[in-house]
């Protein structure tokens, strides 16, 4: 991705925004993404755009992905919420400690805002538990469009949101994400919903943070308050940005089956939406009220890079851990055919690919953990170790 030639298309406000927080450390990748998840949760649900039956808001998740300290993730992202938190209209919405303090925080908001994390492995490893399932799902919820109101029982009453238009940005290390984020719900539904940005480390070298302060700050934020819609309006989709979405989504679909990867295809999924959502803030960036073919093509080139580093994360970062996940998701339908199972009653209880199923039985089967053999016309897996069944139960059999 050439960072500098998007940067030139992002206008006066995003040259203004630079200006503030540079000269830093911090990657362009990151600055640029950051800008642009403040731009989303400055309009909130005050554009939106129609996608069939649904409307859709231009909400976003940016993470930042780097090492800790060298890549200037933090620094990157607070700049924009003290200027935020200048803007009354816009709600900073505080990391909750449990789900219920949550959904409390989004109906007095009326589910609009914007969420921040410093560490989002802390949440990834909360998340990995099974009795957060239905958090997780939630949250999941909170990123796509509403089909219907929501409705929360909590310990004491239930929690009423009628709308959601929740942008969110965090950071993580490359070692937390391997760690936390693995597991096949947190991997396949709540990861895709994020825009996966890794950040090259600047080879200039900065000793100061640059202060917010002064006119050039202060109009800045007044810039910004103008900008923001007194009523709700659809930013249109034009037809030569259709047709140049209908172009690119054929090429987009034919390179995901060349690459088949289950879990990169959850990405690849969701950035179709996600290049319409950045075609629309371009558009309100503008000041257009229809998405041209210029603001198309330059989402686009957002949703390639988009698909760069899911790839990236998918088959480098966490890929390990996924294929533990897998052999443990193998071991637990076994074990629910009471330690036998048929290779054909693997692959329906998994939905593996006979090719993936055995690429994952191949390793089981050379640690020790099960026994794979022919008996008659069916193949068989055992559970061999006794260990790789305490694995899954926290050394209880």
Same mark, same amino acid.
């Not at 509403?146 to 070692?175: C, E, F, G, H, Q």
């Not at 640690?367 to 068989?380: L, P, T």
């Given at each position: ?12 406000? #995003? ?14 990748? $990151? ?19 129609? &996608? @069939? ?49 949550? #959904?409390? !925080? ?14 989002? @492995?802390?949440?990834? @490893? ?5 009795? *957060?399932? @239905? ?10 469009? *509403? ?22 940005? =965090? ?18 539904? $709540? ?14 070298? +900065?000793? #100061? ?8 700050? %202060?109009?800045? +934020? ?11 309006? !659809?930013?249109?989709?034009?037809? !030569? ?49 229809? %998405?041209?073919?210029? =603001? ?8 390639? #890079? $988009? ?9 480098? !970062? ?16 076994? +074990? ?21 199923? &055995?690429?994952?039985?191949?390793? *089981? ?8 053999? =022919? ?23």
């Amino acid at each position: 991705m050439n960072v500098t030639e998007l940067e030139k298309r992002m206008g006066l406000l #995003y040259r203004d925004y630079k200006q503030l927080v540079t000269p830093s450390e911090v990657p362009n990748e $990151f600055h640029l993404f950051v800008f642009l998840t403040m731009i989303s949760a400055l309009v909130g649900d005050k554009i939106f755009f129609n &996608e @069939g039956n649904d409307t859709v808001y231009p909400n976003i998740w940016t993470m930042l992905v780097g090492q800790s300290g060298t890549s200037r993730k933090s620094t990157a992202f607070r700049p924009s919420l003290k200027i935020l938190g200048k803007i009354d209209e816009v709600n900073l919405l505080a990391p909750s400690a449990s789900p219920e303090g949550f #959904y409390k !925080e989004l109906e007095e908001y009326e589910g609009v805002g914007l969420l921040r994390h410093t560490e989002l @492995g802390t949440l990834l @490893g909360s998340l990995r538990k099974d009795y *957060m399932g @239905g958090f997780v799902d939630f949250l999941c919820e909170m990123y796509d469009p *509403m089909s219907a109101p929501l409705r929360r029982r909590l310990s004491k009453d239930t929690t009423n949101i009628d709308k959601l238009a929740v942008s969110w940005i =965090a950071a993580t290390t490359p070692d937390s994400l391997n760690k936390c984020g693995a597991s096949s719900r947190i991997a396949s539904g $709540f990861l895709p919903r994020w825009n996966i940005v890794f950040g090259t480390p600047s080879p200039t070298f +900065i000793s #100061y943070r640059k202060r917010l302060t002064g006119d050039y700050f %202060v109009n800045f +934020i007044q810039k910004l308050r103008q900008m923001i819609p007194t009523t709700a309006y !659809e930013i249109r989709l034009g037809e !030569e940005a259709l047709a140049t979405h209908e172009v690119w989504y054929i090429k987009h679909r034919t390179r995901m089956t060349k690459y088949p990867n289950e879990t990169l295809d959850c990405f690849g999924i969701r950035i179709l939406e996600v290049v319409k959502k950045y075609a629309v803030l371009l558009a309100y960036l503008h000041n257009q009220t229809t %998405v041209t073919k210029g =603001a198309m093509e330059t989402a686009i080139m957002f949703g390639d #890079y $988009f698909f760069s580093t899911a790839d990236r994360l998918v088959t480098t !970062e966490i890929a390990e851990n996924l294929f533990e996940a897998d052999c443990q998701k193998i071991l637990r339908a076994i +074990i629910r055919y009471k330690g036998k199972a048929t290779v054909r009653q693997l692959m329906r209880s998994t939905h593996f690919k006979k090719k993936d199923l &055995e690429e994952r039985v191949d390793t *089981m089967t050379a640690r020790g953990d099960v026994i794979f053999k =022919a008996e008659g016309n069916d193949c068989f897996v055992r559970v061999a170790s006794e260990n790789a069944t305490k694995s899954l139960f926290g050394g209880q059999k």
